[in-house]
T-cell receptor, first 113, second 113 residues
């Protein structure tokens, strides 16, 4: 089955700096890669996703890049703000199948004021 | 509209007792998933329902775990003879037909003493 590795497990940045979280996946048939943000005690919420037919997607301060050959995708947050502090999870699944998500282990991002 | 809801929000039980966790998906969503999130870990897929099809139970960790979905809407996850290692947050998610995004509920925090 699919296996998703996520790094780093914790990340601290100064407000205004950029943050990058990286994930690798094992199943070359995976073609959908969402990122979820989970604030303490809250439900995971989708912040951005990418399909394998594109290499990059951007939404304001958030971007995701995908390298299908290397089976690697990354989340980039620019101009970080304290409210960006949360746990971020990457995930992978196959479009058109049951689409259960295989999650990475999460990254605790702390933005220091 | 209303999002995914789950009940109870917290459940404390004694080892060996049975528990039932409930999920109300977003109205009209045909796909429903259960995940388990252990402390400091990512989300682990448990079971998937799609319409009237047989559920995908491939993620259930043991035969003590079962789930049903009545009328294609509400789902109940049952854990029999609970063990301390069952302590976790149990999250439900639903997805609309033809959509990719899974919307999560707030979870049920289960503590087995």
């Amino acid at each position: 089955g699919e296996n998703v590795e996520q790094h780093p497990s914790t990340l601290s940045v100064q407000e205004g700096d950029s943050a990058v979280i990286k994930c690798t996946y094992s199943d070359s048939a995976s073609n959908y890669f969402p990122w979820y943000k989970q604030e303490l005690g809250k439900r995971p919420q989708l912040i951005i996703d990418i399909r394998s037919n594109v290499g990059e997607k951007k939404d304001q301060r958030i971007a995701v890049t995908l390298n299908k050959t290397a089976k690697h995708f990354s989340l980039h947050i620019t101009e970080t703000q304290p409210e960006d502090s949360a746990v971020y999870f990457c995930a992978a699944s196959r479009l058109g199948s049951a689409r259960q998500l295989t999650f990475g282990s999460g990254t605790q991002l702390t933005v220091l004021p | 509209g209303a999002g995914v809801s789950q009940s109870p929000s917290n459940k404390v039980t004694e080892k060996g007792k049975d528990v039932e966790l409930r999920c109300d998906p977003i109205s009209g969503h045909t796909a429903l998933y259960w995940y388990r999130q252990s402390l400091g870990q990512g989300l682990e897929f448990l079971i998937y329902f799609q319409g009237n099809s047989a559920p995908d139970k491939s993620g259930l960790p043991s035969d003590r775990f079962s789930a049903e979905r009545t009328g294609g809407s509400v789902s109940t996850l049952t854990i029999q003879r609970t063990q301390q290692e069952d302590s976790a947050v149990y999250l439900c998610a639903s997805r609309g037909q033809g959509e990719e995004t899974q919307y999560f509920g707030p979870g049920t925090r289960l503590l087995v003493l």
